[in-house]
């Protein structure tokens, strides 16, 4: 664990900072939308790291970089509702992380009775150890996404809930698959939730989140034109339904500005950004 007193120092263009750029949009969202966001969480591991934002502030605090922000604040909200759907009947189910990053999600959810398991890379979870060690009845899992060793770890008998935030843009659709088809395999009953976008929402995102992150070497592959296309992907798959990715959780249309009311509508009919979830 981190000393409380020291400052975790973060390297630019690396592993490092991609991680952090999530948070401190959080962070930008508690301090512009107080009536919408409040993320004690955020501000407080962005307080403990050594990283000058004030670059990543300039460019958030424009109508395009505080719209990025809000898309991010948004979707955590969206996921975080689903697994506190999923506890109230299934108190002691495991609540599994995709691709965790340093989000906190288990801990906004956590009821005293549930289980947290964040799988990430291993040099992620090595980061997330300092940053945001674990809690009562929480695992960190160093573990490839596509390595399904990880889900020896995971027990399944109270049911469990899979989630992943931003992360299957980075698969190949054959990876997202895979990847969903064997977890429904081997978790019956359980629920997987992430969010997607069209095609023409994967290019701008390489263009513009991958860009401003300091990506270059990978694109953002996986894209999702309609949901029923999953229905076929795996016989274990019971039901697929989505919901609007800015609309459908909580309706913050009216705490927005013009333009920013603009910017979801065009994601909603031309980027088709969504939160799909499937019932296995």
């Known amino acids: ?36 966001f409040n993320d004690n969480q955020a501000e407080r591991i962005c307080s403990m790291v050594d990283y000058d934002f004030s670059a990543k502030s300039k460019k958030m605090e424009s109508t395009m970089g505080l719209f990025g922000a809000l898309e991010v604040a948004q979707r955590q909200y969206d996921l975080a509702y689903e697994v506190k759907e999923y506890l109230k009947t299934h108190p002691k189910a495991a609540v599994v992380n995709l691709g965790c990053g340093l989000d906190d999600t288990f801990r906004k959810c956590d009821n005293g009775k549930c289980l947290g398991f964040n799988i990430d890379m291993e040099d992620v979870i090595k980061i997330r150890n300092e940053i945001l060690p674990v809690g009562d009845r929480e695992k960190n899992l160093a573990y490839n996404l596509n390595n399904e060793k990880c889900f020896d770890e995971i027990p399944a008998e109270n049911g469990a809930i899979f989630f992943a935030s931003g992360v299957f843009y980075y698969f190949t659709r054959e990876e997202v698959k895979s990847l969903l088809s064997k977890i429904a395999a081997r978790f019956p009953g359980s629920i997987i939730v992430f969010d997607a976008c069209n095609k023409r929402g994967a290019k ?3 263009k513009t989140w991958l860009k401003e992150a300091g990506i270059s070497d990978v ?12 229905c076929n992907w795996s016989n274990n798959f019971s039901k697929v339904s989505s919901k609007s990715y800015m609309r459908g959780y909580r309706d913050i249309y009216k705490e927005l500005g013009f333009i920013h009311k603009l ?18």
Do not use: G, W
């Open 1 to 36: 664990m981190a000393d409380l007193n020291t400052k975790f120092h973060i390297e630019k263009n690396t592993v490092q900072e991609t991680l952090i750029i999530p948070l401190f949009a959080r962070k930008v969202c508690t301090e512009h939308f107080p009536n919408l």
């Open 204 to 206: 701008m995102m390489t």
């Open 263 to 280: 910017m979801i509508q065009f994601c909603e009919k031309l980027v088709k950004m969504k939160i799909i979830k499937i019932a296995c």
């Open 219 to 230: 694109k953002a592959y996986f894209s999702l034109e309609d949901e029923n296309e999953l």
